[in-house]
């Protein structure tokens, strides 16, 4: 079924979207285990301003979108700047998802482990995940973690920040040059399901991204880290192995050159780390 924005119905659209734009939210929201995405056309537009206009169809009059562009023109604006407050206010959103993750996973597994969470023999004992996969605790407890903030992290971003950030967006780098190219959600499935991901390699794909609206003009970068027992000690940067283009660095190293020098670590209980 299609859907036309057309007239006062567009341009009230797009003001929700500059609304939505200035409000902030500080607390992770606490769910189960099921996950929706909206994928109407008002998430489109809360993704990225650009689309309240792409979306409205060949059927709107030039006044209407005139309009919503002065709006989307507005909504840039604001997202054209990360000051310090906008910044504490998506750290500590991300700071919650990372909590709420570690917990909810947890308390999948209320008797797989002596106590509430896994010790570091058990954290490299081997089990079986969703996918049938056999991987250690440590592997499957840092991937089920790592979903659920992420699907926390959509859900409280689309509220604080629409438009302006991107999560697990990948990029090609060239580290000689500096540029960065994004890589498509298509073209990274299209390669893994011919078999061709070593075509990936090289590429950089952070959890979270903020930016001003172009995935490409980047404000700060983070990644969630979920160790899995010593949970008091700071995770390291995951280091390049020999044979990678980028061995002898680190994935943070790289964030750095790519994407500037505002880069951070999420990890639940410690908060942010740089």
């Known amino acids: 079924m299609s859907i036309h924005l057309v007239g006062p119905r567009l341009v009230a659209l797009c003001a929700l979207v500059l609304q939505a734009a200035c409000t902030t939210t500080t607390t992770g929201t606490q769910r189960g285990d099921g996950y929706s995405y909206d994928n109407s056309v008002s998430a489109a537009c809360r993704q990225n301003p650009a689309n309240c206009i792409a979306l409205s169809g060949r059927e709107a009059a030039f006044e209407p979108i005139r309009q919503a562009g002065t ?62 996969r056999r991987v250690t605790w440590a592997m499957r407890l840092g991937t089920e973690m790592h979903e659920v903030a992420r699907q926390c992290a959509e859900e409280e971003l689309s509220k604080l920040r629409p438009g302006g950030f991107s999560l697990e967006q990948r990029y090609r780098y060239d580290s000689r040059t500096g540029r960065k190219k994004l890589v498509s959600t298509a073209e990274e499935r299209a390669l893994g399901e011919s078999g061709n991901q070593g075509e990936l390699k090289g590429t950089l794909k952070p959890d979270v991204v903020i930016h001003s609206g172009d995935p490409l003009d980047v404000q700060a970068i983070y990644d969630f880290k979920f160790p899995c027992a010593n949970t008091d000690v700071v995770p390291r940067w995951a280091e390049y192995p020999e044979g990678h283009p980028y061995f002898g660095s680190n994935q943070g190293d790289l964030y750095k050159m790519a994407f500037g020098p505002n880069v951070a670590r999420i990890i639940p209980r410690l908060g942010v780390i740089r």
């Open 71 to 132: 709006a989307v023109a507005s909504v840039a604006a604001v997202l054209a700047a990360l000051d310090d407050a906008t910044r504490t206010s998506i750290e500590q959103v991300l700071e919650d998802c990372a909590d709420l993750a570690r917990s909810e996973v947890l308390l999948r597994y209320p008797k797989a482990f002596k106590g509430p969470a896994p010790n570091a023999d058990e954290c490299n004992q081997w089990t079986v995940d969703a996918q049938h």
